[in-house]
């Protein structure tokens, strides 16, 4: 029992947490959420007075002597006028405010998607290398939207919905109390009912989104590997894990439409029961000459204003649960920690201090464990490099070379000990962070390409870099040979979808982009491993000479790089010991 509290109390504290970030989105768009109850309760008050304009209407062609209507018109003509200008006027009314809510939901959404975009890109690679590329589109894509759905339909559908139920509840009581009472009834029934409700769709919600996550990163891990499925006759593995998702994902949306359809139906028995017991009474009502038709109509008309309303009321929770679960998930995103820029004007000093003088990268008893791992990666360990230095990390794969890599790049920060940038000259050294990725320039393990040109791609970490500079570094990665025989030369398309490189010539041209970034510093991850032996030693032979005043800093398993390293690291057992 105590521990059913406790659950409970866990997923109800979840969900009041959550509705607060929803109601802090709200604040932030208050004007769009009082534009739209604004729009919601006009369309209301139409409604209720095209209720009681055929209410007239009725009683004026029936000739009810009754004349208890509202609305005092003269003649049928008034009515008839009153009704054709009302159905225009609506009419119009909802095309204007079908415009302004597109324009609200299309700038909320957007910008929504930025804000978690930038939270996510901003947020520590450890962390962020924990998503797979499907879940997160998804979180991008469907929570969001189902988020700023919420942040600007619920509150204005709640006020709205609130306000019919009152207006129409005033009327009938204006004209019959008994019937407003009866009416009534529904409103204990249906609340317990919600709250029970609320639980038990919450848990719901949070499996959906995570059945539709594992989908979408299984059909981009798919999309991503087609190659390797067909070569390897894994197409029908693939269809059938597919199929096998998707039963996993209909089951469960299925549980929930029986849940709630056994809840809904529920209701409306409810409901219902009430209406005829409403219905039954306005009859008596008539037959008793209490009231007239047109007031039986409007009776009738306005019992299921008040049930629609109260359903619309009702119905929110579901609305509500859904995006609680969705903004978690986005609560989540927004989280993660984040990459520090705090020591920026410091790395800028120190950037300016240093220009062309000589640096030490180093790494002192550093010790790292990757998140949520029972070992160390790196421990104790030690390295140091200086200008001139062209460094080679070998050793076993898995053994740390690549976290080495991280570590100086701050994509990951030391457990323990400390990774410095130092200049002896100015006599100043600076620990690494984000701030001193300046410099640096990295070729990734993997082909990092982006789908545009070769130009664009290369211009991403130079912006102002001229056609004349992006030939010299393609001719220094031995790349500008088969570049020059595209068609379009170096604004051939390259990365997903773009024309096919192969690994090798990928390689070269990751080797470009990098030496264009002119840092002081760079790190070669395996990116001479897809070349031939003769292309290899003619781009080491290159980089050989292109960095001379820099630091090079290669990671490999091959002997050819060892002859244009002065010094060699062997990176195993979590240790990193010098050889040469
Ligand atoms: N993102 C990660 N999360 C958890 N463990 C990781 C991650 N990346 C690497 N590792 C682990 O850290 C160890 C060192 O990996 P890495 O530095 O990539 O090796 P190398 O580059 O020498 O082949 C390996 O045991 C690997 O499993
Ligand atoms: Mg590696």
Known sequence: MV?????????????????????????????????????????????????????????????????????NFDSIYGVIGAAIAFSAFKIIFNA????????????????????????????????????????????????????????????????????????????????????????????????????????KMHSYAKELKKVNSKLMAFNSDALLNMQYLKSFGLVSVFCMKLRRLQREYIKLNLDYNKFSLIVTSIMSFVTQMVTYACFGWGVYRLWTNAISIGTLVLFIQLYGMLSSSFSSIIGIVPTLINSVAASERLTEIRNL??????????????????????????????????????????????????TGDFVALTGPSGEGKTTILRLLLALIAPGSGIVSLKCEEAGETISVSPATRRFFSYVPQKNTMFSDTLAENMRLVKPDATDE?????????????????????????VGDGGTGFSEGQMQRLSIARALLRDAPVVLFDEATSALDIDTEQRVLQNLAEWGKNRICIFTTHRTSVFEVCNRAYIVSGADCAPVM
């Open 3 to 71: 521990k059913y509290m406790k659950l409970r109390d866990k997923n109800l504290n979840e969900i009041t947490r959550e509705l607060k970030n929803i109601l802090a989105l709200a604040k932030k768009y208050w004007v769009s959420v009082v534009v739209f109850t604004a729009m919601a309760l006009f369309s209301t008050v139409f409604g209720i007075l095209a209720s009681l304009v055929s209410q007239s209407l009725i009683d004026i062609v029936t000739g009810s002597s009754k004349g208890d209507s509202i609305l």
């Open 469 to 493: 500079e992006i030939e010299n570094a393609l001719k220094i990665a031995c790349a500008y040979d088969f570049v020059k025989k595209e068609k379009d030369g170096i604004y051939c398309r």
């Open 337 to 386: 920690p984040k990459d520090d820029d705090l020591n920026e004007p410091e790395a800028m000093d120190f950037y300016e201090s240093v220009a062309g003088k000589n640096l030490e990268v180093s790494l002192k008893n550093v010790t790292f464990r990757y998140h949520g791992e029972e070992e160390d990666a790196l421990k104790n360990v030690a390295f140091t490099a200086k």
């Open 96 to 199: 204007v405010c079908g415009r302004i809510s597109e324009k609200i939901k299309i700038k909320i959404n957007t910008e929504m998607t930025a804000e978690i975009f930038d939270s996510f890109i901003c947020s520590n690679w450890e962390y962020t290398s924990l998503y797979s590329s499907g879940d997160i589109l998804n979180r991008f894509n469907n929570d969001v939207s189902t988020v700023s759905g919420s942040v600007i339909g619920i509150f204005p559908t709640f006020v709205s919905k609130a306000f019919q139920f009152l207006a129409a509840f005033g009327v009938v009581f204006y004209y019959d109390k008994t019937m407003a009472l009866i009416a009534l009834i529904t409103v204990p029934l249906l609340l317990v009912c919600s709250r029970f409700l609320m639980k």
